[in-house]
């Protein structure tokens, strides 16, 4: 299953609009001898599986070259539609990416598909429709802690009445994946949001490094406060 998972929000969250969804998988090409025993359809799911590999290693446009090449057979899967809007989003092809992830709403990886659409939105910086389209995919797996993380860092970053629900969505999150960093880090911008710095200090003090724990602390304070500015400048220019 996909790893790409977590939306790269941050820079500690990459891997992408990153970590984005499953477990690495070869990512060089499979040797001709390999190939060579098999038919047309194992073939295509073979070169599948090295797409799989290069989106891993945030190699876009080889992945697209992969697909549009050597998988044709299997391009009515969902598995090729997901390996494609990954592909089409690396590049920055929205229209194209939400294209094929609308289309994985319609079967089996339909929370892929909305989840999908949501990084295509949030790279686009469209929050409220990044919202919107997490929100549906976390309704289908609830228990999907990058589901969480992303609807939260969504809705952070949307700002508002939505910095509440960012938090217990994250909270949530991190009990489902304790050990994710980029939750974590999530999560800390979230309690400096909501204006609980004791509890952020306190998350912060479990990172063993400190020169880690340091870098995680600055960073999260840069991000509120370039928000705030964000924010600020944005309601200076709706008085005008």
Known sequence: MMKRAAFVFCCFLLGGCAQMGFEPVPSTAPRASDVGTLDAAAKSRLYLEVVNGLLEQGRYRAA????????????????????????????????????????????????????????????????????????????????????????????????????????????????????????????????LLAGKEGEARRLLAGIPAAHERAEVQQFAMDWVKRHAQAGTASSEQEEM
Do not use: M
Not at 72 to 96: D, I
């Open 64 to 191: 697209l070259a992969y697909l549009d090449q050597y998988a044709v057979a299997e391009k009515k899967t969902p598995f090729f539609q997901q390996l494609y809007g990954e592909a089409l989003l690396g590049t920055e092809q929205y229209e194209e990416a939400a294209e094929a992830f609308s289309a994985l709403t319609r079967g089996p990886l339909a929370p892929e598909g909305y989840s999908g659409l949501g990084r295509v939105s949030g790279a686009q910086g469209d929050w409220a429709a990044a919202v919107s389209h997490f929100r549906k995919a976390v309704a289908v797996r609830p228990s999907s802690a990058e589901f969480l993380n992303n609807l939260g860092y969504a809705q952070l970053c949307l700002g508002g009445d939505s910095i509440r629900e960012a938090e217990f969505n994250l909270r949530q999150a991190q009990e489902l994946d304790p050990a994710s960093i980029s939750i974590r880090n999530n999560l800390v911008i979230a309690l």
